[in-house]
């Protein structure tokens, strides 16, 4: 800043505080799997941003509970609601409970996920199965039950959590997995096309290698040597936290990216081993 005399003054920190937002401020959204990891972080981001957050788990419902206590002690409105993603009756009765508590819901993270390990040869039907219904089915019941009121007020975001191994990454024993994230990949631009139309955002996220229980398997040696490596592949030399993929669905359920949609955003620190085709 440049004073009428020429002299560069500090810049003007007497702004006024009243005309201060959060990005979601008066939002109601909707996070899946909000009760650890990826998901829980970015509930607690929404809160930050004035947001009311439903916090979604199917299992571990003393940590969605106490995510609920803490933003709420924090002065945001939270509330967990138990449904297992993969029962379209259970995702319509949690949207429903929503609509009746806050009348609205303006985002939606479809964040939900398990991974079953295995390759081509090894992995079980059941599994295989498993991973359908909550990564895939899961995101269709939530899309599902949410849009027709997010079109009725032609406005609504919808971010889904896809992985890198949609990309084609080459870790071990994640094929089926792989498959199941690219079907994501795909499914966000269709969601895109057919509701953007009536004011729905529709965008996917990539996260490359997040520590958090998922990806906290093994022995402590060998979870130390798996982030080493996955460290290794990245350009920024780290692994991620949930926070770095909570900071870009913040950034998508926004209405910064109110112009965005049909994308797919890789929060990754930048992994090379799938980067060249002619390395
Ligand atoms: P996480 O720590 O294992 O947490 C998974 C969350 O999903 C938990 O809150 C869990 O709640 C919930 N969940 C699982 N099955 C559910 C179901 N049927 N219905 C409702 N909620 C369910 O996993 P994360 O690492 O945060 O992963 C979150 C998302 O990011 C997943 O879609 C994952 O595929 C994706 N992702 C993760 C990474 C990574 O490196 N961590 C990388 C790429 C993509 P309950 O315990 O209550 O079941």
Not at 67 to 74: E, H
Request: aromatic residues 4%; hydrophobic residues 45%.
């Amino acid at each position: 800043m440049v004073n009428p005399g020429g002299v560069p003054s500090r810049p003007d920190m007497s702004y006024d505080r009243s005309v201060m937002r959060g990005r979601l401020d008066g939002k109601v959204t909707l996070v899946t799997g909000a009760s650890r990891g990826i998901g829980r972080a970015t509930a607690l981001a929404f809160a930050r941003q004035g947001a009311a957050v439903v916090v979604n788990y199917s299992k571990a419902h003393e940590q969605a509970q106490r995510l609920v206590d803490d933003i709420q002690k924090a002065g945001a409105q939270a509330v967990a609601i138990r449904a297992d993603v993969a029962s379209r009756t259970e995702v319509r009765a949690m949207v429903e409970g929503t609509l009746a508590r806050w009348g609205r819901i303006d985002v939606l993270v479809n964040n939900a996920g398990i991974l079953h390990r295995g390759n081509i040869l090894t992995l079980a039907e059941e599994n295989l199965d498993e991973m359908i219904a909550v990564n895939l089915k899961g995101m269709i019941h939530c899309a599902q039950a949410v849009a027709p009121h997010m079109m009725k007020r032609r406005y609504g975001k919808i971010v889904n959590i896809a992985s890198i191994a949609a990309l084609g990454t080459t870790m071990a024993d994640t094929t089926p997995y792989a498959a199941v994230k690219a079907s994501i990949v795909a499914l966000t631009k269709r969601f895109a096309l057919e509701l953007g139309p009536h004011g729905i955002n529709v965008n996917a996220i990539c996260p490359g290698f997040i520590r958090t229980d998922m990806t906290s398997v093994g022995t402590p040696q060998e979870l130390d040597a798996r982030v080493l490596s996955m460290a290794g592949r990245a350009m920024l030399g780290r692994v991620g936290a949930p926070e770095d993929v909570a900071a870009a669905a913040l950034f998508l359920a926004s209405d910064e990216a109110s112009f965005i949609t049909a994308q797919v955003l890789t929060v990754d620190g930048g992994r090379m081993d799938f980067l060249s085709h002619s390395g």
